[in-house]
């Protein structure tokens, strides 16, 4: 998974979201931007989502310095602040930092997939992609049945075969009559509760959680 996709799936769920409803923070951080197609909405909120540039050694000169250092990464995990006797040979600096980073690292080298240290809009847990372009899928087919009528109206079967929720509860053998009625009702189970998960989605990304479902 790229890392865009996370994002492009948080904004679409917040499309299909009620603004009325949106949390104080979800004002604060994308009220600003509604209405932008993805590419330019992503330009303009982008800095909430995304930790700050990575760094890796850098001095600090004076206490003012220090202070502003320490409020901001004091208690990080990721980040240590060190004092460097620097009249140490450096043979014996290099010797010594080697050995506190790797007393000190407790993951693998590297950054994450999608790093969320120190971001405004942190995501719950890493997205399942397909899952969730599934869920939307089968939440916008069931929007849109909501206006038909009579005839008109699809079943929730019908729903998930043109979400393609699975291909293995396609009724494809319509002499089987016990087959054909056993894929109907998991088709129709499965597509019912992708919806419900897509509704609890879109009610928590008002808050500024997602993916939550």
Not at 94 to 101: M, T
């Amino acid at each position: 998974m790229d890392n865009i996709s996370a994002y492009r799936l948080w904004y679409e769920a917040l499309q299909r979201s009620d603004r009325k409803k949106w949390s104080k923070r979800t004002r604060e951080y994308l009220a600003f931007a509604d209405g932008l197609e993805f590419d330019q909405w992503w330009e303009q909120v982008k800095e909430y989502f995304l930790p700050p540039e990575p760094f890796t050694v850098v001095p600090v000169d004076d206490e003012h310095q220090a202070n502003e250092w320490w409020g901001e990464y004091g208690y990080d995990p990721s980040v240590k602040l060190l004092y460097v006797n620097l009249y140490t040979p450096s043979s014996i600096l290099i010797r010594d930092f080697g050995r506190l980073v790797r007393s000190l690292a407790k993951n693998k080298a590297g950054r994450p997939a999608i790093d969320q240290t120190l971001v405004d809009l942190p995501l719950a847990r890493p997205p399942n992609v397909p899952l969730i372009e599934k869920m939307l899928r089968c939440y916008d087919l069931w929007l849109e049945n909501q206006n038909r009528t009579g005839r008109e109206r699809r079943t929730l079967y019908q729903i998930g075969v043109l979400a393609k929720v699975s291909t293995d509860y396609i009724v494809k053998n319509m002499d089987d009559r016990r087959e054909a009625a056993a894929k109907r009702e998991l088709m129709s189970i499965t597509t019912s509760r992708m919806i419900k998960r897509a509704r609890a989605m879109i009610q928590n990304v008002e808050k500024c959680q997602f993916p939550v479902y």
